[in-house]
């Protein structure tokens, strides 16, 4: 919403020039009751606002408004996607964690992995971040896309 509301700078190509994902760890290290159980500057605090990321994404994509108003925004596409794999491969493994996030067939799950990956490596490639999938993730993209 805050990138809707033009609050963020955009740098060229209408991308914006300030990482969501690093504004909210700078507030998560000034604030200590949102990480209760990490130190100020632990590296899993990045890790998990991405991973966070990455499921805000395809929970907004099983939202018909949501995604006409293009809110699948790729915030951690401008990091490692080491940060955000792990997430991604327990997304078609966990039974659980899939009905509470992307409660659809194998092949919605294909298209929207395969959806957010295409996005996020356009920005991935501008900010040296997201490099795509494991193998495992991509091996069920690929079985399950429809041909």
């Not at 605090?45 to 499921?55: K, P, R, Y």
């Not at 959806?115 to 795509?132: L, S, V």
């Amino acid at each position: 919403m805050v990138n809707r509301a033009g609050l963020v700078p955009e740098a060229t190509g209408g991308e914006s020039a300030v990482s969501m994902v690093s504004r909210a760890r700078d507030i998560m290290r000034r604030l200590n009751c949102l990480r209760p159980d990490l130190a100020a500057e632990d590296d899993r605090i990045l890790t998990s606002l991405n991973q966070f990321d990455f499921l805000a994404c395809h929970r907004a994509g099983c939202d018909k408004q949501l995604r006409a108003e293009r809110c699948l925004l790729s915030h951690f596409a401008k990091f490692y996607g080491s940060r955000t794999q792990l997430i991604a491969e327990r997304l078609i493994a966990d039974q659980t964690l899939r009905e509470q996030i992307y409660p659809g067939s194998d092949q919605q799950l294909a298209e929207a992995l395969y959806q957010i990956d295409n996005a996020a490596r356009k920005i991935g490639f501008a900010y040296d971040g997201w490099e795509g999938y494991t193998a495992l993730v991509q091996e069920f993209v690929n079985a399950n896309l429809p041909t």
